[in-house]
Antibody, heavy 115, light 113 residues
Framework: QEQLVESGGGLVKPGGSLRLSCVAS????????MSWVRQAPGKGLEWISY????????YSADSMKGRFTISRDNTKNSLYLQMNSLRAEDTAVYYCARRSTFDVWGQGTMVTVSS | ETVVTQTPLSLSVTPGQPASISCKSSQSLLHSDGKTYLYWYLQKPGRSPQLLIY???TRFSGVPDRFSGSGSGTDFTLKISRVEAEDVGVYYCMQSVQLPPYTFGQGTKLEIK
């Protein structure tokens, strides 16, 4: 079945970096644009970034622009989120989601930013 | 940025009774292509969000017909005709008419009495 599996989360110190991955299966990954969405503990959903199917169009939330970079490798059915200059407020579960409808979600990967 | 506001923020409903959640946007969600880009999601406890309704009123595959969406322009509603125990969780509306960003409502927590 159609599935997204995130990985790469963990504990990182403020100012550090992490690269999250999302591997797709059960559908033709290269046909779909993709997004990252996050959820801080006990809080609501916050969209981070979007990338078109071919990777040529990217949109990002202003609050994360310049620190977070979305990318994809269609040969590996993979979506990525490079996160730099991490702050305590970036602590959250990070989800990848398919299309603008967000019709398929991964299980999420937890990122904790703490010294 | 289009702001999306949900009410109420919490709801306690007896099984078998109806429930309704409102979602209001700061700008019209009607796109020039004629579609209205308003979505509803349910996040069950400990789970990832799941799509319930897209483009205001179309139920996603597998979503029970007790869920319905309505509205236009800036005012939208999600209705559950008869709440069941499995419907507990947090409901979010989201708009994608104007990117960036996609914006979500604050969420409405539904619990069973």
């Amino acid at each position: 079945q159609e599935q997204l599996v995130e990985s790469g989360g963990g504990l990182v110190k403020p100012g550090g970096s992490l690269r999250l991955s999302c591997v797709a299966s059960g559908f033709t990954f290269s046909d779909y644009y993709m997004s990252w969405v996050r959820q801080a503990p006990g809080k609501g959903l916050e969209w981070i970034s979007y990338i078109s199917s071919g990777g040529d169009t990217i949109y990002s939330a202003d609050s994360m622009k310049g620190r977070f970079t979305i990318s994809r490798d269609n040969t590996k059915n993979s979506l990525y989120l490079q996160m730099n200059s991490l702050r305590a407020e970036d602590t959250a579960v990070y989800y990848c989601a398919r299309r603008s409808t967000f019709d398929v979600w991964g299980q999420g990967t937890m990122v904790t930013v703490s010294s | 940025e289009t702001v999306v506001t949900q009410t109420p923020l919490s709801l306690s409903v007896t099984p078998g009774q109806p429930a309704s959640i409102s979602c209001k946007s700061s700008q019209s969600l009607l796109h020039s292509d004629g579609k209205t880009y308003l979505y509803w999601y349910l996040q069950k406890p400990g789970r990832s969000p799941q799509l319930l309704i897209y483009e205001v009123s179309t139920r996603f595959s597998g979503v029970p017909d007790r869920f319905s969406g309505s509205g236009s322009g800036t005012d939208f509603t999600l209705k559950i005709s008869r709440v069941e125990a499995e419907d507990v969780g947090v409901y979010y509306c989201m708009q994608s008419v104007q990117l960036p960003p996609y914006t979500f409502g604050q969420g409405t927590k539904l619990e069973i009495k």
